[in-house]
């Protein structure tokens, strides 16, 4: 069974500009998730999707990230413009179905550097 | 406030020695619990997890993890560290409304 797909892994960009991640979950699965993890703590939940609906964005800016899951399979994570404070990991996670009891399956994330 | 503690940033243990990682929570009822493992450059990795029943939980790579409700704690546990087991370890919470919340984790140096 392949694994969830992330790209590009690492991005060095400078502040203002924009970025965009990609992630493609493990077929199947109805929810995908997006986290930050910055340096030194633990992931933290940006975005959930269930199938191609939102199911929470409480904590995502929503005036500078934007994020999509068009048909309900990839989703894109964009960033515009960027800050020095969005250097992070982000990290693309894929579940069967949104439940607090399911286990979540990650790719190995977007290292994302603004200077 | 609802949060998952675990107590210590760092922690360095000699390889085949015991080893044991804290995780505290607090939410009004016992949520899912879960261990992961994030090896350096890489996803997150699910070690094992709790939702009822037996308190003592088997997990891959020889480690356990046990629930005490009474102490809101699920540590995580192992009889002899491998030197493959150095790696970030992340407790996490899921409660019943499709949420999800990491720890801060704690970093494993394990010394020859």
């Known amino acids: 069974e392949a694994g969830v797909a992330q790209s590009p892994r690492y991005k060095i960009i400078e502040k203002r500009q924009s970025v965009a991640f990609w992630c493609n979950p493990i077929?199947?699965?109805?929810?995908l998730y997006w986290y930050q993890q910055i340096l030194g703590q633990g992931p933290k939940l940006l975005i959930q999707f269930q199938n191609n609906g939102v199911v929470d964005d409480s904590q995502l800016p929503k005036d500078r990230f934007s994020a999509e899951r068009l048909k309900g399979v990839d989703s894109t994570l964009k960033i515009q413009p960027a800050k020095l404070e969005d250097s992070a990991v982000y990290l693309c996670?894929?579940?069967?179905?949104?439940?607090?009891?399911?286990?979540?399956?990650f790719g190995p994330g977007t290292r994302l550097t603004v200077t | 406030a609802q949060s998952v503690t675990q107590p210590d940033i760092h922690i360095t243990v000699s390889e085949g020695a015991s080893l044991e990682l804290r995780c505290n929570y607090s939410y009004g009822a016992t949520p899912y619990l879960f261990w992961y493992v994030q090896s350096p450059g890489q996803g997150l990795q699910l070690l094992l997890k709790?939702?009822?029943?037996?308190?003592l939980v088997q997990g891959i790579k020889g480690f356990e993890a046990e629930f005490k409700r009474s102490q809101s704690s699920f540590n995580l546990r192992k009889p002899s560290v491998h030197w493959s087991d150095a790696a970030e370890y992340f407790c996490?919470?899921?409660?019943?409304?499709?949420?999800?919340?990491f720890g801060t984790g704690t970093s494993l140096t394990v010394i020859p």
């Open positions: 077929s199947g699965h109805a929810t």
């Open positions: 709790y939702f009822s029943g037996d308190t």
């Open positions: 996670a894929s579940s069967l179905t949104a439940s607090g009891r399911r286990e979540q399956y």
């Open positions: 996490a919470v899921g409660l019943t409304g499709n949420q999800f919340y």
